[in-house]
């Protein structure tokens, strides 16, 4: 790893401005790192020409005094289930074999306008269906932390999901940030498991233009980063109204990095009773504790607060997603792009098709969601989970009278084996337990490290903030990180 890979973002930044490198060497470094990485399989597509070609044009702005902010120059991992013109996008399916969109996605759209270098394009679950990236058909990402003790000491552990190869670059400093998407925590438990920052910022607030669907009312981007500043920079370069999505929210875009004031005293800290749950180690009800004396000790007020539908957020989550998710991918026919099989007639084709074209967990999700919106059941599946749904949004909306923030961890467990969890889908599903229902809610929530677990894997706090509340929660979660102090590394 040389010495240019491990900068933050902000720190590359700087030395950009400063002249002390250029772009197109901070880029090299991370192609060279990468391809010594490429063991982590962490990237479904490397594009080292075009980071290239993107780095050198960053330098000519920077020499021309036209450097564009904060993000130009900086070499960027992008979530494959982001469009990205004349570049494989595959959403992690063999279905999309091939695609190679003629469109950017918003999003990536407005970091190449802020200047960003694309390195490739990061492995994720297929379709975003995931909590351990071991459903790509480009195979699964590994974590770069390994245990130190344990039954899984050594082993091959999974970076979490979906937005795996995100967040294993990230921390394995093959990218110096990374895009990924949160349906029901694909950033942030990925993030947590990888030791890094993971944001979802509130439902609305990037575009969703270009991103491949899963769930369209819960799908959201964010950024992957190493530390809270740098997740700031990116959710800046990501952010815009966009006329495209009609779920897109016209409002001014923030100087999110400004809001790191450090800062938290007379705020009000959530803590959530209904997320104490049988079961969780003790290590993780310890540093949730640990987080709670943190933000106190910076003069934040600890309130105790009740979420009573929590309970049932991740079933009701596990009918309203799969439901999306099995009419989004309907379009998947094999006739205007990726993968076809051809069958004797049409109907054969399409069968055909989907047939190879889908992974298990993805046939799963559409024949759930097929079921729950079925003539017969839609009333006692999909209906009864949409009024949960607005429960649970209600229980935060009350929430939001008694505290700012609210504090929870983020997963019930540190990063588990390669193929561990793989047979039993409701295992997985409970990797979601605590970031699914901000996630029901739309609301913005983060990821940050905050600890390690006895046996040497990082441990996250999350915290939840109100509708754009984003500001809020990079104030508080800046306190956190700088109380943790939290400088392990793979
Ligand atoms: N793990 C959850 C699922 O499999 C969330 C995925 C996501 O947020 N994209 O649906």
Redesign the pocket.
């Known amino acids: 790893m040389s010495a240019l890979t491990n900068l933050t973002i902000a720190q590359a930044g700087a030395g950009l401005s400063k002249g002390e490198f250029t772009a197109r060497e901070l880029t090299d470094d991370y192609l060279s790192a990468m391809e010594a990485a490429r063991g982590l399989n962490a990237y479904i597509e490397e594009t080292p020409e075009r980071a290239q070609m993107m780095a050198d044009a960053s330098d000519a702005r920077r020499t021309a005094g036209n450097a564009v902010g904060a993000l130009d120059g900086i070499p960027l991992a992008i979530k494959d289930l982001f469009c990205t013109e004349g570049a494989l996008s595959t959403a992690g399916s063999h279905i999309l074999d091939g695609f190679r969109p003629a469109y950017e996605s918003t999003v990536t759209q407005n970091l190449w306008d802020a200047g960003a270098v694309m390195l490739g394009k990061a492995n994720m679950?297929e379709f975003?269906?995931?909590?351990a990236n071991i459903t790509s058909y480009y195979g699964p990402t590994l974590n770069p932390w390994k245990a130190r003790s344990g039954d899984n000491a050594g082993k091959d552990l999974v970076p979490g999901?979906?937005s795996g190869g995100s967040a294993s670059a990230v921390a394995a400093r093959i990218a110096a940030g990374a895009t990924g998407?949160?349906?029901?925590?694909?950033i942030r438990?990925p993030g947590a498991f990888c030791g890094i920052v993971g944001l979802k910022p509130t439902y609305g607030r990037c575009s969703r233009w270009g991103v491949i669907a899963?769930a369209s009312s819960l799908d959201q981007a964010g950024p992957l980063a190493r530390t809270v500043e740098d997740s700031a920079l990116m959710l800046e370069g990501m952010v815009s109204y966009d006329p495209k999505d009609s779920t897109s929210v016209d409002l001014p875009v923030p100087n999110y990095a400004a809001a790191l004031t450090g800062d938290i005293r007379g705020l009000r800290v959530g803590v959530p009773a209904e997320y104490r749950i049988d079961g969780t180690p003790s290590e993780i009800e310890t540093l949730w504790q640990q987080g709670v004396h943190w933000l106190r000790d910076a003069g934040a007020e600890i309130v105790d607060i009740s979420l009573p539908h929590t309970k049932y957020a991740l079933p009701a989550y596990y009918i309203v997603?799969p439901a999306e998710a099995s009419s989004n991918l309907a379009r998947y026919d094999g006739m205007r792009y990726g993968l076809r099989v051809d069958g004797e007639d049409l109907a054969e084709t399409y069968e055909r098709t989907r047939a190879e074209g889908f992974g298990h967990e993805v046939k799963r999700r559409v024949m759930i969601g097929t079921y729950v919106l079925s003539a017969g059941y839609y009333d006692a599946y999909y209906l009864k989970a949409q009024r949960v749904r607005t429960r649970i949004a209600d229980d935060f909306r009350a929430a939001w009278d008694s505290c700012d923030v609210i504090l929870t961890p983020t997963t019930p467990n540190a990063a588990f084996a390669l193929g561990e969890k793989q047979d039993d889908p409701i295992a997985m599903?409970l990797?979601?337990i605590f970031t699914v229902p901000a996630?029901m809610a739309g609301l913005p929530a983060i990821s940050l490290p905050a600890g390690l677990s006895g046996d040497g894997l990082p441990l996250g706090l999350h915290l939840i903030a109100p509708p754009f509340g984003e500001e809020t929660l990079l104030r508080a979660a800046g306190v956190l990180e700088s109380a943790a102090g939290f400088t392990a590394q793979p």
């Open positions: 679950d975003a269906m995931g909590s999901g979906s998407t949160d349906t029901g925590g694909s438990q899963f997603a599903y990797n979601d996630s």
